[in-house]
């Protein structure tokens, strides 16, 4: 299933997806699959990957996106075993921080450790920046 990606391009998570790499895997159905982290942020940090190759959440066909949203809800449901707190994050693109190229849901437990995601102050939204963006992502 995991495949549209360029020739001869190495994808760990369609190797994880057709069990030719290694993972601890937590859920599996159909079209999805959630492993560890083996770098993970804290204890019990998930990725949660559709089985069908994509590198962003838009190169995947609709259904696929809509099982990935259920199988990321089933996670989550899970990792409150471990704690009620936890972040989830999507990295799309290099600058945004995404390492793999295959779409990935991370679910990160958090147990009272620094948020990294506020590890520098955040200024407050201007009013025209605010109308500017609005006014970009509002059009069709």
């Known amino acids: 299933m995991a495949g549209a990606h360029a020739p001869g391009e190495k994808c ?3 190797d994880i ?3 030719r790499s290694p993972a601890w ?5 159909e079209k999805t699959l959630a492993f ?10 998930l990725l949660v990957v ?3 190759h994509g590198a962003r959440l838009t190169d995947i066909p609709f259904d696929d996106q809509m099982a990935l949203i259920r199988a990321l809800d089933e996670v989550c449901r899970r990792c409150e075993r471990l704690t ?3 972040n989830v994050a999507l ?3 290099a600058r945004a921080g995404q390492i793999v190229f ?3 849901f991370h679910v990160i437990p958090r147990y009272g450790e620094a948020n990294p995601f506020r590890a520098s102050s955040r200024v407050p939204l201007a009013e025209s920046e605010a109308r500017a963006v609005v006014a970009e992502l509002s059009r069709p």
């Open 12 to 14: 760990v998570f369609c």
């Open 17 to 19: 997806v057709a069990r």
């Open 25 to 29: 895997i937590v859920y599996e159905d």
């Open 36 to 45: 560890l982290d083996i770098f993970p942020f804290t204890r019990g940090h």
């Open 50 to 52: 559709p089985k069908r």
């Open 84 to 86: 009620p707190d936890y």
């Open 91 to 93: 990295n799309a693109g």
């Open 102 to 104: 295959h779409v990935h």
